[in-house]
């Protein structure tokens, strides 16, 4: 079992930025992917980035490629998102996710929420 704990949301100005942790406890998750997702009021879940085991890989959705920094801690078991030129659209529930077998995302945190005036 794998617990994910999401901070570091809240409410920000567009052009501003925040910084999500995402620390992991019960298990070590060194070995594994990790990713951010987002659900915006009314709408799907979406991708939002990606880290490799490694962290030598990070992917990301083109909505926020440039401005959003996928990382892992020293350690490894804490995954962050440096996001920057925040707009009002990034506003969303933010989650990572833990992909422990296969190519599915198998643990989830509870969230944290991200707001983005204009």
């Known amino acids: 079992q794998v617990q994910l704990v999401e901070s570091g949301g809240g409410l920000v100005q567009a052009g501003g930025s925040l910084r999500l942790s995402c620390a992991a406890s019960?298990?070590?998750?060194?070995?594994?992917?990790m990713g951010w997702f987002r659900q915006a009021p009314g709408k799907e879940r979406e991708f939002v980035a990606a880290?490799?085991?490694?962290?030598?890989?990070?992917y990301y959705a083109d909505s926020v490629k440039g401005r959003f920094t996928i990382s892992r801690g020293n350690y490894k078991n804490t995954v962050y998102l440096q996001m920057n030129s925040l707009k009002p659209e990034d506003t969303a529930v933010y989650y990572c996710?833990?992909?422990?077998?296969?190519?599915?995302?198998?643990?989830w945190g509870q969230g944290t929420q991200v707001t983005v005036s204009s």
């Open positions: 996710a833990v992909k422990t077998s296969g190519t599915r995302y198998d643990y």
């Open positions: 019960g298990r070590s998750i060194s070995s594994y992917a």
């Open positions: 880290i490799s085991w490694s962290g030598g890989d990070t």
